[in-house]
């Protein structure tokens, strides 16, 4: 799940998130790990430009920070970013960031990237906005390189070059997932040739099983042979049937209903499914959560 009031764009927040803050995190951490959820998720913008500012909303909590804080209060539950701009930043910085995270987690940490979209985050920070893609796949190997097990280790490319510079603490992991976040062709094949998962960004349920098999396809022919998570975000949810407005979308009713309609996701060669529900106050969502995790996902296998 990805967790609500630490990014507000007006696509999915709901309005009493505005006035919400850090001890509404807290606690919707806690019930994602007491609901038994594989991960909560925050998402990475360093700043919004005055043109988005109406839609996207300036609030994105800062993802390496937010889910520090996070992984203080919960135990078990990992910790995705989905999606860090990795590109924003060089990789060093990255790792040293996530590497740290995952060592004070105790192995917590997927690293979600993805290429981003808001042009002027890039010009501001000197990095080339056309050529987001193509750092993003070196940015990937360079991270490879600087989250594995060595204490100095080494990236020779196009965009970053490193050796010699050693970091620690190491992860605790000795391999941190990278998932790769998008949907466009570009991040399909970034995901099929780079990811140890996939995230996809919006797409339908009708799409799905195109993009699946492209994504199999594609590291078949290049003869990528481990596993890969294939992830989907589903449509909105709420456990029950609602008295107030959902939205046409949104899927509801009764447990057994909700888990029979997400099953069809498991037959398409999903892994994982990301969820977000409506609600009207955190006391609200944290009802949901919990019937969802004790109501729908056991029915969900």
């Not at 060592?103 to 979600?112: F, K, N, P, Q």
């Not at 098999?213 to 890969?228: M, Q």
């Amino acid at each position: 799940m990805q967790l609500p009031v630490q990014s507000q764009s007006t696509i999915y927040a709901e309005p009493w998130e505005a006035a919400a803050g850090p001890a509404d995190l807290v606690a919707l951490a806690r019930a994602v790990e007491r609901a038994g959820f594989a991960y909560l998720a925050v998402c990475d913008h360093v700043a919004i430009p005055r043109r988005l500012a109406e839609a996207m909303s300036t609030v994105w909590y800062d993802p390496v920070a937010t889910l520090a804080h996070l992984a203080a209060v919960t135990e078990r539950v990992r910790l995705l970013s989905h999606v860090a701009v990795v590109g924003l930043r060089h990789p060093l910085l990255t790792a040293k960031q996530y590497a740290t995270l995952d060592h004070l987690s105790g192995g917590r940490l997927v690293l979600g990237v993805g290429a981003g979209h808001v042009r002027e985050e890039f010009e501001v920070l000197g990095v080339d906005f056309g050529q987001r893609g193509a750092v993003l796949d070196e940015a990937v190997d360079a991270l490879r390189a600087a989250l594995g097990p060595e204490e100095f280790p080494s990236h020779h490319g196009k965009f970053y070059d490193f050796e010699g510079l050693g970091q620690r603490p190491r992860p605790a992991q000795e391999r941190v997932p990278v998932w790769v976040g998008g949907s466009s062709p570009a991040a399909v094949r970034r995901a099929a040739l780079k990811g140890d998962g996939w995230l996809p960004q919006g797409d339908p349920r009708d799409r799905l099983p195109a993009q699946i098999a492209r994504l199999r396809r594609l590291r078949e022919e290049a003869g990528v042979e481990e596993p890969i998570t294939v992830g989907a975000i589903t449509e909105p949810l709420y456990v029950g049937t609602p008295d107030w407005a959902v939205g046409r979308r949104t899927l509801t009713g009764a447990p057994e209903v909700i888990a029979e309609s997400l099953r069809a996701y498991g037959d398409m060669g999903v892994h994982q499914i990301q969820v977000r529900f409506r609600s009207r106050s955190r006391a609200e969502l944290i009802d949901q959560i919990e019937a969802f995790g004790a109501d729908v996902a056991p029915r969900l296998t």
